[in-house]
Nanobody, 115 residues
């Protein structure tokens, strides 16, 4: 069992930056593919960024060049650095952990970008 707790969401002006954190409890964090997803009101949840246990990260086209995902396996934590935020980035951001057929979600953290 893995529990995920996100933090770092806030209200920020367009052009600003935020760093989201996702702290994971449980075993074998380093083996999980970790991801950040977001869901805006009235829209489906979408992948923002993903970082595997080993290998390359990948990003949604809409955030490439602005967001960076990273992980600290010693701290069981994954981060999402978000720069040059836009109003369309407003959403609840959820952390996701996946290993084979095991999938876990956090409760989410609200990011609101004002124009």
């Amino acid at each position: 069992q893995v529990q995920l707790v996100e933090s770092g969401g806030d209200l920020v002006q367009a052009g600003g930056s935020l760093r989201l954190s996702c702290a994971a409890s449980g075993r074998n964090f380093r083996l999980y593919t970790m991801g950040w997803y977001r869901q805006a009101p009235g829209k489906q949840r979408e992948l923002v960024a993903r970082i595997p246990s080993a290998g390359s990260t990948n990003y949604a086209d809409s955030v490439k060049g602005r967001f960076t995902i990273s992980r600290d396996n010693a701290k069981n934590t994954v981060y999402l650095q978000m720069n040059n935020l836009k109003p369309e980035d407003t959403a609840v951001y959820h952390c996701n952990a996946k290993l084979l057929d095991l999938v876990y979600w956090g409760q989410g953290t609200q990011v609101t970008v004002s124009s």
